[in-house]
């Protein structure tokens, strides 16, 4: 990928995520890169989302052109898991990648627990993606304390993707949630992860974990953004946004344009976008090339604003399967 040496500092170097919104731009397509975290890659500052999203395309040959043409015009990051149609994703993606797999930072995602299910469909995988590596490999959704454990265990999931980082089938090694801070925040601090993935948009969110399962938190500093975010930053992880519209939830509440940019004004490497039509494809796109920092003023009242749905919106994520 074809990098210019012109680069910019949207903010001023006194602000505390002056050293996250450094961007390079690609200099075929305009596209702006930020670097993943330790993995040492730059990749767009958009990702192309392969979930439910992506499966809206009902016709095959639509889903591939939108993927096509996401790629042509500068996205580098492509973002799929088995557990998006039980491999539908991986398998759409892999038609794509036959031909482009060099063009792109590949991330997938696995579900199971269970160490030996969990490798059969990585190894599966590997070939609904028709490739021999992904970039990066990430634990699917983590919820709660007993799903961190079952995670933990002897012969679970977590042993398995420390295997394949060194066999080589996965560059990199992540996690991902959109339940509780607190537990990703945890996981974060207890093991060797690379890459992280987490819900980050402009309404807060982060549930609790409590005696009767997953809780909404009133307290927006109680989020993502404030809990476990910080601890990625510390370790030098590789950052990736997800739940930007949450769920659409927050559409028409703010403007596309803004959501987008309150998650990029983040300390974040990209930010993960469902786009199941080519002119929402397109208008991320200019989003993202014309890609301004909010203040911090700026995202306060934007927050605040958003501040009534985040009861809604952890309860919508207490149970959320992106599938």
């Known amino acids: 990928m074809s990098i210019s040496r012109r680069r910019f500092l949207e903010t001023a170097a006194a602000s505390p995520l002056a050293a996250h919104l450094a961007h390079a731009f690609d200099s075929k397509t305009g596209m702006p890169t930020r670097n993943l975290g330790k993995t040492g890659a730059?990749?767009?500052?958009?990702?192309?989302?392969?979930?439910?999203?992506f499966l809206a395309y009902k016709q095959e040959d639509k889903a591939l052109e939108a993927l096509n043409r996401a790629i042509d015009f500068g996205i580098t990051y492509v973002d799929t898991a088995y557990g998006y149609g039980d491999g539908l994703s991986e398998e759409r993606v892999g038609k794509v990648m036959k031909t482009r797999?060099?063009?792109?930072?590949?991330?997938?995602?696995?579900?199971?627990?269970?160490?030996?299910?969990?490798?059969?469909?990585?190894?599966?995988?590997?070939?609904?993606?028709?490739?021999?590596?992904?970039?990066?490999?990430?634990?699917?959704?983590?919820?709660?304390?007993?799903?961190?454990?079952?995670?933990?265990?002897?012969?679970?999931?977590?042993?398995?993707?420390?295997?394949?980082?060194?066999?080589?089938?996965?560059?990199f090694i992540g996690v991902t949630s959109h339940t509780d801070p607190h537990v990703l925040k945890t996981a974060l601090e207890r093991h060797d992860f690379d890459c992280t993935q987490m819900a980050l948009n402009a309404a807060r969110i982060g549930m609790r974990s409590g005696k009767?399962?997953?809780?909404p938190n009133p307290d927006m500093k109680d989020s993502f953004e404030a809990i476990a975010l910080p601890v990625a930053n510390r370790k030098r992880l590789g950052v990736i946004a997800m739940?930007?519209?949450?769920?659409?939830?927050?559409?028409?509440?703010?403007?596309?344009?803004?959501?987008?940019?309150?998650?990029?004004?983040?300390?974040?490497?990209?930010?993960?976008?469902?786009?199941?039509?080519?002119?929402?494809?397109?208008?991320?796109?200019?989003?993202?090339?014309?890609?301004?920092?909010?203040?911090?003023?700026?995202?306060?009242?934007?927050?605040?604003?958003?501040?009534?749905?985040?009861?809604?919106?952890?309860?919508?994520?207490?149970?959320?399967?992106?599938?």
């Open 101 to 171: 797999r060099k063009e792109v930072w590949l991330a997938t995602k696995i579900n199971k627990r269970d160490g030996e299910e969990a490798m059969n469909i990585i190894e599966s995988g590997l070939k609904r993606l028709q490739t021999d590596q992904v970039d990066l490999l990430h634990i699917h959704s983590l919820t709660d304390m007993k799903d961190l454990a079952a995670i933990e265990a002897k012969g679970g999931v977590l042993e398995v993707l420390y295997k394949c980082r060194d066999q080589k089938m996965a560059r």
């Open 42 to 53: 730059r990749v767009s500052c958009i990702a192309f989302g392969g979930g439910s999203r």
């Open 243 to 323: 739940k930007i519209f949450g769920q659409e939830h927050l559409v028409g509440k703010a403007p596309i344009e803004k959501l987008i940019r309150y998650s990029l004004s983040l300390p974040v490497t990209c930010a993960v976008l469902g786009m199941p039509k080519l002119e929402y494809l397109e208008e991320n796109i200019r989003i993202a090339k014309a890609f301004k920092p909010l203040s911090k003023s700026e995202m306060q009242t934007m927050a605040g604003g958003l501040e009534p749905l985040k009861a809604e919106l952890d309860r919508l994520f207490a149970d959320h399967v992106d599938a």
């Open 212 to 215: 009767a399962g997953m809780e």
